[in-house]
């Protein structure tokens, strides 16, 4: 599992050309759901991500959280983040988790993190969005099952 965090100070998913989430101070996160994944990796991921400070505090160093922050989380599902390029010039996403686990994991993921983070928005599973951010720093962290 790979979620891509990025420190945001608003981002937005549309679908169809309609908002479906948009947050303030916060991450946007893609995930990505492997073959091997399961809620064990999930907990163990958005454990990770809901803990990690790097927001600034008053003396300027990244040492608070997103519940520190009042932060909230705009969670997207992408499995390009399985991209494999070893191989010529078109990507092969043979590693990304099947549809059906893919989806199951991430709604998991949403309901782990609604747990914890008071807002938390989303993209729409398998859906064609455009995501906007503006990255703030930038800072953006990848945490990847596999080195965790």
């Not at 398998?126 to 503006?134: D, F, H, I, P, R």
């Amino acid at each position: 599992m790979k979620f891509v965090i990025q420190r945001v100070s608003r981002a937005k998913v549309d679908v169809d050309q309609k908002t479906v989430g948009s947050i303030e101070k916060g991450f946007l996160v893609l995930i990505g759901v492997g073959h091997g994944d399961t809620r064990n990796t999930a907990d163990k991921l958005v454990k990770k991500m809901t803990g990690l400070r790097i927001f600034d505090d008053a003396d300027g160093k990244t040492n608070l959280s997103l519940k520190d922050v009042d932060g909230s989380l705009l969670l997207i599902s992408q499995f390009t983040l399985y991209a494999d390029c070893k191989k010529g010039n078109r990507p092969s996403f043979t590693n990304a988790g099947k549809p059906d686990l893919a989806e199951e994991l991430y709604e998991y993921i949403i309901a782990q993190c609604r747990a914890i983070i008071p807002r938390v928005e989303t993209g729409i599973f398998g859906a064609e969005m455009e995501v906007s951010l503006t990255n703030d720093g930038p800072f953006t962290v990848i945490l990847d099952s596999e080195t965790l």
